[in-house]
């Protein structure tokens, strides 16, 4: 990882000065207002650590395996509108490489949801547990959600807008619901992932 990581970061002193800071247990900013608020508000957006779910079987001889931590980030959410076709979350997730003498990293993932109805919903996104176990606490997180191309919200744990920008991001790391094992707890509380387009 660390080849492909080293390659893509890039990023100033002034802005690592500015991500100074622990958003493991952060609680988010209040929602910025802009475009769009009359569609989807952001409630509230919390990083947490899950320990990989376990599954019984029937089949004999299932082995006991470690339960390690996930670093998860939820955002809790409101839309006005009876349905939305598409919402696209892009998450970003900003980490001082401990494996490359705190190197910056700027994750970045992004999940879209399909037939979203009016009302309170839950979008979450993860890092598996190598990646925080190689690299370390995850510093600064923000969101920013779309609607037909438009930015219709953004949350953050840092003040300064847009500071994701400053970044080169790093895509394959971060991931959704549906990649991890947490894909079938809890299942009805969150939206149908659209899933990403074959590769030609």
């Known amino acids: 990882m660390k080849g492909p990581i080293q390659s893509k970061v890039s990023v100033g002193v002034a802005m690592v000065a500015v991500l100074l800071g622990t958003a493991w247990g952060a609680v988010a900013q209040q929602p910025v207002p802009g475009a769009g ?16 779910p376990v599954f019984r079987t029937a089949a004999p001889g299932q082995a006991s395996a470690r339960q390690p931590d996930w670093w998860r980030v939820v955002v809790e959410f409101e839309t006005a509108p009876e349905w939305i076709d598409e919402l696209e979350f892009t998450y970003y997730a900003y980490i001082e490489d401990q494996s490359n003498k705190g190197a910056p ?10 037939n979203v109805s009016k009302g309170r919903h839950q979008s979450d996104m993860f ?74």
């Open 37 to 52: 608020s009359e569609i989807l508000r952001i409630r509230k957006m919390t990083p947490v650590k899950e320990k990989t």
């Open 105 to 114: 990293v700027m994750f970045r993932g992004t999940v879209t949801y399909v």
């Open 127 to 200: 890092l598996h547990p190598n990646t925080i176990a190689r690299l370390g606490l995850v510093k600064q997180i923000a969101v920013v959600v779309k609607a037909r191309g438009a930015v219709v919200a953004t949350e953050s744990t840092a003040t300064k807008p847009n500071w994701w920008d400053g970044f080169s991001p790093v895509d394959g790391v971060l991931i959704n619901r549906s990649q991890t094992p947490f894909a079938y707890i809890d299942y009805d509380l969150y939206e149908a992932i659209k899933p990403a387009a074959a590769a030609r």
